[in-house]
């Protein structure tokens, strides 16, 4: 099977490639609710854990999930969906308009929004309740009032939007919206469909359909033969094709990634990231997002595949409602680069291994001598070299409207690029202090001519246990310099003289 990989600055094309993309979520919209939990002895009554509730966490689930992460990555999100009138679906309601996501969906008064409720301790999940996932066919009314929203948002979004369609088979897809979905197929593009059951959707002719292992073979009406679960996929695929209409057909296979075929060359296998099963509930969802608008673009089959796996490994650092947006998805392409919970990871098993952890951070908007001096002095300080770098919305703050002059990805590839750096990772706020508290550095450097003691994290990087260094730059290299002088020579008069030194 043939093996592919994707760089960063492709992966950056992709996502510029579809960002604002029309992309309408029809389906099976939930809520799910986390509530997360410490345990420090055992009940009297039973051998069962004591629980103290920490916090509790909502999130959209199932087709709500799908359009989250849509428009996390980027489009356009329009989602289509039944829901409650109770205070689950006013949950629900709050999580899109949290997300930016349209919300076109039908209030069904005296009719449960569907829960899927988890309590988790030290990152097991305990216990997971459902509700409100059995009441039955749709009134007549509700399934008029779908059609409607169905058809009002497809006008707004002409001229052919991608469509999504999630059946789970909890009901938000009735016969009558099943066939004009049918009928209708010619008014949108790319059509992914992911559904429990696909012998539903005959007719539909999708671009891409999702199915895993067990719904693939409820299509294919056989069970799979025992063995390896990559190489029957394989061997299906074309069957399953045939089968389901649809162009591509993507056998997800969870934690041994996913087979992806379109009948034109080899199929294409990409390998999925292990992790604990609390941290990869949605995973699918995110997958079905980056997917549907990867088929949106010209790429290669299976650097769309690749990027639909990305999508789904970089939601798995943590518990919760896996959902990626569009920097977690770039910075998952570069090893180098990650997310907070990611660094802090890493960097625990470095230091497990004896490793010698060194952090600077800055705004890095114009690489230049000086920067790349001061970060190979401070690489020679430890084995393992961290770089935090401002966000946009930071280094406007912190320098003026008219800065940074290059985005945050850009600035993350250059220093990820660097021999001397070993990881970068993104932050919003104005102070490093958060991540400084997270990774406990055992040496913190300051580029700049000023002494230690002035340096504003330094009383927290010493309470840490760390020691903070300050590195010279190089004489008459700044920033701010190079950027005047560039504004200067386009107006075609001389720079004033700035201050140097690293920014």
């Known amino acids: 099977m043939a093996q592919w990989s994707i760089g960063p600055r492709q992966l950056a094309a992709m996502v510029d490639d579809w960002s604002g993309r029309h992309v309408l979520v029809v389906g ?236 034109g060359g080899r199929p294409h296998r990409s390998h999925a990231v292990p992790a604990p099963a609390s941290h990869a509930v949605g995973a699918g969802d995110a997958y079905v997002a980056a997917l549907t608008l990867a088929l949106t673009t010209a790429a290669p089959l299976p650097v769309t595949a690749e990027v639909a796996q990305l999508a789904a490994a970089a939601t798995l650092a943590d518990t919760g409602t896996c959902v990626c947006d569009r920097n977690a998805l770039l910075t998952a392409a570069d090893p180098a680069v990650t997310d907070a919970v990611g660094l802090a990871q890493r960097v625990r098993r470095q230091r497990e291994r004896g490793a010698r952890i060194v952090f600077t951070n800055g705004c890095f908007d114009v690489l230049h001598r000086g920067h790349v001096r001061y970060l190979e002095e401070a690489a020679a300080l430890g084995d393992v070299l961290v770089v935090a770098v401002n966000s946009d919305g930071s280094v406007r703050r912190l320098k003026g409207p008219d800065r940074p002059v290059n985005p945050v990805e850009d600035r993350v590839a250059v220093l990820a690029a660097l021999s001397c750096v070993d990881q970068v990772v993104v932050f919003e706020d104005d102070s490093p202090a958060s991540l400084i508290t997270a990774i406990r550095p055992d040496v913190y450097v300051k580029g700049g001519d000023y002494p230690p003691e002035l340096v504003p994290e330094a009383p927290l990087v010493r309470r840490l246990g760390g020691e903070v260094r300050s590195v010279g730059y190089v004489p008459d290299r700044s920033t701010s310099a190079i950027i005047d002088r560039i504004r200067a020579d386009g107006a075609g008069r001389d720079p004033a003289h700035h201050a140097r030194g690293p920014t």
Not at 79 to 100: I, S, T
């Open 28 to 263: 099976d919209a939930m809520l799910d609710e986390w509530r997360f939990a410490t345990s420090e002895r055992l009940c009297r009554e039973a051998p069962a854990p004591v629980l103290t509730l920490l916090r509790r966490q909502a999130a959209g689930g199932g087709a709500a999930n799908t359009a989250v992460n849509v428009a996390a990555l980027g489009g356009h999100a329009v989602l289509v969906a039944p829901v409650g009138a109770d205070p689950a679906g006013d949950q629900l309601h709050d999580c899109l308009e949290r997300a930016e996501v349209v919300n076109r969906t039908v209030t069904q008064p005296g009719r449960a929004t569907p829960v899927k409720r988890r309590l988790l301790a030290a990152d097991q999940i305990l216990v997971r309740e459902d509700s409100g996932g059995d009441a039955g066919p749709l009134p007549d009314e509700t399934v008029r009032r779908l059609l409607g929203a169905l058809m009002g948002a497809t006008e707004e979004l002409a001229p052919r939007p991608a469509l999504v369609v999630c059946d789970y088979g909890l009901g938000a897809l009735p016969e009558p919206v099943r066939r004009w979905l049918v009928e209708h197929r010619d008014l949108f593009g790319t059509v992914t469909l992911d559904g429990h059951d696909l012998r539903r959707w005959g007719g539909l002719a999708p671009t891409a359909v999702t199915p895993s292992f067990g719904e693939a073979a409820l299509l294919l009406d056989r069970p799979w033969p025992a063995g390896d679960r990559v190489r029957s996929a394989e061997s299906s695929l074309e069957e399953l094709r045939e089968r389901s209409g649809a162009t591509v057909v993507a056998v997800t296979l969870d934690v041994d990634g996913a087979v992806v075929g379109d009948g």
